[in-house]
């Protein structure tokens, strides 16, 4: 039980739980740098499992990987005005090539070498339109280029100064997709669809459910003339926003003059899309699912999805169980299965469980020396249940459980998400219903920018989405819930990460 209490319960400290379950894992640690972090090797197995679903969705979908520099001269950011506000305060610089030596020692034994300073500083890449739609012009000359549908999987750097692990870092991994459209309505269509990707992803894959809808403006990506969302509630009631698809509308294109000559024979700009996912869905697994003895991973994503723990005393037991047990293995890796057979002999049977419970290992199975006389195994998941099965059977009843499993950790998130909502709010509950915790709340919204940004003054809470038609209230309000002015939409309320 040692290895279980080193994580915080949740109902002490759930912040400490949360870095503690990460720890525990073995997803990540901090790194020297500060405000970035080491992504371990099983953090990053969910990564890589994350990028290949995702990878796959977005081929399905007609786009194409391809790879931009990091460096970003800073000029390309000033070309769009509403960019450059957006991203003033977060780039990092480089503004000289070299070092030199000082001939001193310790911290100060290297110093900038003066005479190589930069004529341009570049950024560090905060994001990519910029560079990207650069090359979009050059690449783009009639309407027979387009549609032009790009992604890049690559890491990110916003200088922040409050970081947490996977949430929020100085540096961080992502996919960015990046589109070139004749109208605005094909460069719309595909904001939305890549939005659905999301969903689809987050939802069969995460078992995360989400809310999709629209950004207020003052929420919106920067330079975007539409952003829409993903918002996931998570398990200490605040909201983490998922992912996002911003319709660029023609603002890039007009900085940096992409067009394109028309069927017609015209020249006209053409429409854009961004979209992007983070490592930041590693911390909402985590959050959605987790509990005080560790990582609850989704199987679908789980880098280990069976583990087996042969159970032994006597030599002539150990090789009777490590023989039936690599069977198993063996069985279950060619069914497609993701296993691994825990032979270590310096490790009880139980402090294997301990660990392998932590690292979210969704199912478990005992193999002693009685199973092995009754052709059999012992099932435990990791949401609780044990359960012998019979050996001759695993390939079959394995895959089952997995999915049992997933679909199970989905419903219980949603109904944990319904459960914490609240409809039609007025004034006075939406400020109880916040300093009790909170969850989303639903209701009208006038639209004013000095009403959004009074809640969050008063609440710390924000306008999540003006939800999609699937998510809002039967009654669409009519006054706006903290002023009672006319209502123009519906909107979600959440204080959030």
Request: hydrophobic share 40%.
């Amino acid at each position: 039980m040692a290895q279980a209490q080193k994580i915080t319960p949740r109902a002490k400290d759930y912040s400490e739980w949360y870095n503690d379950v990460i720890m525990q894992a073995e997803l990540a640690d901090h790194s020297p740098v500060r405000g970035c972090m080491v992504i371990r090797p099983h953090g990053y197995r969910i990564w890589e499992l994350m990028q290949r679903a995702l990878d796959d969705m977005f081929r399905a979908t007609g786009h194409q990987n391809a790879y931009f520099p990091l460096f970003i001269p800073m000029s390309f950011l000033a070309k769009e005005a509403e960019h450059v506000e957006g991203f003033a305060k977060e780039v990092a610089l480089v503004t000289h090539t070299r070092l030199k030596a000082t001939g001193k020692t310790g911290a100060q034994a290297v110093m900038v070498d003066p005479e190589s300073a930069l004529e341009e500083p570049l950024v560090v890449r905060p994001t990519s339109e910029t560079i990207i739609y650069a090359m979009f012009a050059k690449w783009i000359q009639s309407y027979r280029d387009l549609p032009l549908l790009m992604n890049q999987w690559c890491n990110i750097v916003r200088w922040e100064l409050r970081t947490r692990l996977f949430l929020r870092t100085t540096e961080f991994l992502w996919q960015e997709g990046h589109t070139a459209h004749a109208t605005e309505a094909e460069a719309e269509a595909e904001a939305r669809q890549m939005l659905a990707v999301y969903r689809r992803f987050q939802e069969e894959w995460m078992a995360m459910p989400v809310i999709t809808g629209r950004k207020t403006d003052s929420e919106k990506f920067a330079g975007a003339l539409r952003t829409y969302a993903l918002e996931a509630l998570m398990q200490d009631k605040k909201a983490l926003q998922a992912g996002t698809s911003h319709n660029l509308g023609q603002n890039f294109a007009r900085a940096f003059n992409v067009q394109y000559q028309t069927a017609a024979g015209g020249l006209e700009y053409v429409w854009n899309t961004s979209w992007g996912v983070t490592t930041r869905m590693i911390g909402g697994l985590v959050m959605t699912h987790s509990d005080d003895n560790g990582l609850v991973a989704p199987p679908k994503l789980a880098p280990v999805q069976v583990v087996i723990v042969p159970i032994w005393k006597s030599e002539e037991e150990r090789g009777q169980v490590l023989g039936v047990g690599g069977k198993v293995k063996d069985d279950l890796a060619k069914a497609g299965i993701r296993v691994a057979l825990d032979a270590r002999d310096n490790l009880k049977p139980g402090a294997k469980y301990f660990e392998w419970e932590a690292k979210g290992v969704p199912v478990r199975l005992e193999i002693g020396p009685r199973d092995v006389a009754a052709g059999q195994v012992m099932t435990a998941r990791r949401g609780g249940g044990k359960a012998p099965a019979k050996l001759d059977g695993l390939t079959t009843s394995i895959p089952g459980a997995l999915d049992e499993i997933q679909a199970t950790l989905f419903q219980a998130a949603k109904d944990r998400r319904e459960a914490h909502s609240i409809r039609g709010a007025t004034k006075a509950r939406f400020l109880e219903f916040m300093k009790g915790g909170g969850g989303f709340a639903y209701g009208g919204f006038c639209g004013s920018p000095s009403c959004e940004a009074e809640i969050k003054q008063e609440t710390a809470a924000t306008v999540r989405v003006l939800p999609d038609p699937e998510f809002r209230s039967a009654e669409a309000p009519r006054t706006c819930m903290w002023c009672n002015k006319p209502s123009i939409a519906e909107a979600v309320w959440a204080q959030a990460y």
